[in-house]
């Protein structure tokens, strides 16, 4: 069996993987909203990213120069006074500030063994159209896990057959995240009930009704909130703006007990008739709509179990961490605004973020199908006015649950 080149096949069934995985309906892409547009070059960094006001956005500057490494910049918002009648208005200028935020990105790979000459009775178009399906479902779950620990500040310590992501303390987890994970910003972390702290978290202090009406409260009264999502085909984004509370199934179940079922149907209702004329499919299955906040559930949950070492941000300007002890079982909800995540890609070796190739192995008896990507994530945070720093898109709430 010949050796296979780097054909034209091949690049085209690499575009070809890329937007088959883009279309799936994955956490990453639903959050992503539209096709990357141009955005003003900054220095020698040019930025080619997603719609602004979308939860996560996608940079591809990358994929045509060269580089590990993405920046974004953030102004800040002028609040000084104004310069009323004849006063000299020369020497009274604000001065413009700003903030970066940078993430790198690294390369992936995942193989499938084909089989031997017995079992490739098909041609080798037909044996990339399976990986495409097979590596292309593989990549975006991968994607969705590293997104949401990202998000969530944390790996937590739940695990499945389901679960590609290894647990924090593996040797490998670093290097697969590519960029650190950092835990909620101090403003940026609410607890279940009465609780004041992760570690003063008990059995009563689950997740309700209540509490999404506190962390709405939190949104209208912080100096600087996160911002609402604003997708583009939005018609009532500027009447009706809106943020995505991701709860796990157990906290859906706390939260359904807590409000009752008659309630909960308002709160469905709610949801369509805010996601009308609007087809996206964040409005899609079980959703409630209370104050605003778009509540779904996110399946593979963040959780620490009774007993759990915790990384949590103090109170202070520098997010400076300390380690605490979950005293009871928790699940993490978190709450998405816009710009919340950053999601960056780099040219795979093929001019574009993912590559594909086979190649025989065992003597010409097998063949071997390789997906290559080049990308990272991370959480977007930025140093506010204050010199505070801060997550600048999402919040984090942590409730106790009960495993059964």
């Given at each position: 069996?010949?050796?296979?080149?780097?054909?034209?096949?091949?690049?085209?069934?690499?575009?070809?993987?890329?937007?088959?995985?883009?279309?799936?309906?994955?956490?990453?892409?639903?959050?992503?909203?539209?096709?990357?547009?141009?955005?003003t070059k900054d220095k020698n960094k040019g930025?080619?990213?997603?719609?602004?006001?979308?939860?996560?956005?996608?940079?591809?500057?990358?994929?045509?120069?060269?580089?590990?490494?993405?920046?974004?910049?953030?102004?800040?918002?002028?609040n000084g006074l104004p310069t009323m009648g004849d006063k000299k208005l020369e020497g009274r200028g604000e001065t413009l500030s700003q903030t970066a935020f940078e993430l790198s990105i690294d390369q992936g790979r995942k193989n499938?063994?084909?089989?031997?000459?017995?079992?490739?009775?098909?041609?080798?178009?037909?044996?990339?159209?399976?990986?495409?399906?097979?590596?292309?479902?593989?990549?975006?779950?991968?994607?969705?896990?590293?997104?949401?620990?990202?998000?969530?500040?944390?790996?937590?310590?739940?695990?499945?057959?389901?679960?590609?992501?290894?647990?924090?303390?593996?040797?490998?987890?670093?290097?697969i995240m590519v960029n650190s994970i950092m835990p909620p910003t101090y403003q940026r972390h609410l607890f279940g009930g009465d609780a004041s702290s992760f570690e003063t978290i008990d059995a009563a202090d689950i997740m309700t009704l209540e509490k999404v009406d506190d962390l709405a409260l939190?949104?209208?009264?912080?100096?600087?909130?996160?911002?609402?999502?604003?997708?583009?085909?939005?018609?009532m984004a500027?009447?009706?703006?809106?943020?995505?509370?991701?709860?796990?199934?157990?906290?859906?179940?706390?939260?359904?007990?807590?409000?009752?079922?008659?309630?909960?149907?308002?709160?469905?209702?709610?949801?369509i008739r805010r996601g009308q004329g609007f087809s996206h499919p964040v409005f899609k299955g079980d959703v409630i709509m209370w104050r605003n906040i778009l509540v779904r559930k996110y399946k593979k949950p963040v959780r620490f179990y009774a007993g759990d070492t915790v990384t949590v941000s103090n109170n202070d300007l520098a997010a400076t961490t300390k380690e605490v002890t979950a005293a009871v079982d928790i699940d993490r909800a978190i709450l998405l605004g816009g710009q919340a995540l950053a999601y960056a890609h780099g040219n795979s070796g093929t001019g574009g973020h993912f590559s594909l190739s086979t190649?025989?192995?065992?003597?010409?008896?097998?063949?071997?199908?390789?997906?290559?990507?080049?990308?990272?994530c991370k959480k977007v945070r930025f140093e506010e006015k204050s010199g505070r720093m801060n997550d600048f898109g999402n919040m984090v709430l942590d409730t106790a649950v009960t495993l059964h």
């Open positions: 069996m010949p050796a296979f080149t780097k054909t034209q096949s091949e690049k085209l069934y690499g575009a070809a993987l890329l937007v088959h995985t883009r279309r799936q309906n994955s956490f990453v892409n639903m959050m992503t909203g539209s096709a990357p547009k141009h955005v930025k080619g990213q997603s719609e602004k006001g979308a939860p996560i956005i996608r940079i591809t500057d990358l994929e045509s120069v060269a580089g590990d490494t993405v920046e974004m910049n953030l102004f800040h918002n002028l499938v063994d084909s089989g031997g000459k017995m079992e490739q009775k098909r041609t080798r178009h037909q044996l990339v159209g399976v990986a495409k399906s097979l590596l292309g479902h593989y990549y975006n779950n991968l994607q969705d896990e590293k997104a949401m620990y990202h998000l969530a500040g944390a790996r937590g310590s739940f695990i499945d057959e389901g679960i590609i992501m290894p647990l924090e303390d593996h040797k490998e987890f670093a290097e939190t949104l209208e009264e912080q100096a600087n909130p996160i911002k609402n999502i604003e997708f583009e085909a939005d018609q500027n009447e009706s703006p809106f943020y995505i509370l991701f709860v796990t199934p157990r906290q859906w179940d706390d939260l359904w007990a807590s409000a009752g079922e008659r309630k909960i149907q308002e709160l469905m209702a709610r949801a190649k025989p192995t065992d003597h010409g008896n097998g063949r071997e199908t390789v997906i290559i990507w080049m990308d990272g």
